[in-house]
């Protein structure tokens, strides 16, 4: 039996701000570590939310694989030496592969719902240039069941992902083309974005096609411009309850508020859930998507897509940003390409997509990119997301999955009204 969760009232908790490094950095290259980028990151984010050091009560770390690409341990203890102020003070680390940055704001936020704390520092960090680009992939495997989905398999996300194209083409009908055209719109929107990675990347005619030179396969229905990037990065986002943000008397305009926010956690393996799905006769090919997309949805106290201006979703490969067409309700399930085909999801649509560039054009540090989406989001109801701003802006939802979407969460964020 599925759990439902019922909509109910929780104290509310405030984006006030804060800062990503640019992605198109190779912080190995210039001689600096995790714990500098966590800094930077850390440093930024208190600035632009005009909070003070010592107004800090709790912070929280989501990585990945610091052990793996950094050989570095023990996150908690980096954040404190981001300012001496901060000595003191609990830190926790929080670790859900892809979703481990949405997990650090999760967990940040029941702090601040439980009277814990009024003010918290999240920050999500991955350096992954640390080896060759083949290596840095391979060691993303550890988010997939070892060794049952990854023995003998060369690209296993590649191939994983690969396996929900299929599904999705089995039972629906994929065209390859409808992916190019996705992959395309985020490395375009990327160009509008000063912090993104492929900013100025250049991509000839046919990068986005079937053309096997310009577009050569990685596994099955995976292309080359399917996929997103190994990237080096930090995002900070500072959180605070209803009586800080009172006590400082914030701009509404400045800040933004959490409206609502889904959590699930489903099994392991992406083929057992695609069979499952299939056989329940579910419509949906990621029932678990689903389910916490409606759970945000239903905490938002909103019922349909449209309610939304913008959406960051988990383009981790083109087919999971086709699967969140559909799951967020933009189109029947499986008719995702209709919503492609009128331009709804792109750039100046009427519900853009990854206006910031996703994490095809942004890049992909691991355990940052679910805090960069709130980031982004907050930049967009704030008004404050400058070259790649979506006109009238007031609720953005984020999507952010972990391994086969076995981890996944959601967050609707709106204009931080009291």
Not at 115 to 126: Q, T
Not at 277 to 292: E, L, Y
Not at 326 to 355: K, Y
Not at 391 to 404: C, E, H, K, Q, W
């Amino acid at each position: 039996m599925v759990p439902r969760v019922t909509a109910r009232p929780t104290k509310p908790v405030f984006v006030l701000g804060g800062h990503q490094t640019d992605f198109a950095r190779n912080i190995t290259r210039e001689g600096l570590a995790i714990a500098d980028v966590m800094r930077e990151a850390i440093l930024g984010a208190l600035a632009a939310s005009n909070v003070e050091p010592g107004d800090i009560e709790a912070g929280h770390v989501g990585n990945f694989l610091s052990e793996s690409y950094c050989g570095q341990s023990h996150l908690g203890g980096l954040f404190i030496e981001a300012d001496p102020v901060f000595e003191g003070i609990p830190v926790s680390r929080h670790e859900a592969a892809c979703a481990s940055g949405s997990m650090a704001v999760l967990a940040a936020m029941a702090e601040i719902e439980a009277g814990r704390c009024d003010v918290a520092c999240i920050v999500g960090a991955e350096i992954m240039r640390t080896v060759s680009g083949v290596e840095a992939a391979a060691k993303l495997r550890a988010a997939a069941w070892v060794p049952r989905e990854t023995e003998g398999v060369t690209h296993p996300w590649p191939s994983l992902f690969s396996d929900l194209a299929g599904a999705y083409d089995e039972r629906y009908g994929l065209s390859r083309a409808h992916l190019g055209t996705l992959a395309k719109s985020n490395f375009d929107n990327a160009k509008r974005n000063p912090n993104a990675q492929t900013r100025r990347w250049e991509h000839g005619p046919a990068a986005f096609t079937a053309d096997d030179d310009a577009n050569p396969i990685v596994a099955g229905h995976t292309r080359k411009q399917d996929c997103s990037q190994v990237t080096d990065g930090a995002v900070a986002v500072v959180l605070a309850s209803e009586a800080y943000v009172r006590r400082r008397d914030f701009a509404r305009s400045r800040i933004a508020r959490i409206e609502g926010w889904g959590h699930r956690t489903g099994r392991m393996a992406m083929g057992v859930k695609l069979r499952a799905s299939a056989a329940a006769g579910d419509p949906f090919v990621c029932p678990n998507v689903r389910r916490t997309i409606v759970d945000a949805f239903e905490r938002a106290g909103i019922t349909r897509a449209s309610d939304l201006h913008a959406i960051e979703c988990h383009d981790c490969f083109s087919v999971s940003h086709y699967m969140a067409i559909d799951h967020f309700g933009i189109t029947p399930p499986g008719q995702s390409f209709r919503a492609i085909e009128d331009g709804t999801v792109f750039f100046g649509g009427s519900l853009p997509m990854n206006p910031s560039g996703g994490l095809m054009g942004v890049g992909h540090p691991v355990g940052a990119s679910g805090v960069r989406m709130l980031l982004d989001a907050t930049k967009q109801v704030t008004g404050t997301a400058g070259t790649y701003q979506v006109d009238r802006a007031r609720r953005v939802a984020t999507l952010n999955i972990g391994g086969s979407a076995t981890t996944v969460a959601s967050f609707i964020v709106g204009r931080g009204a009291l």
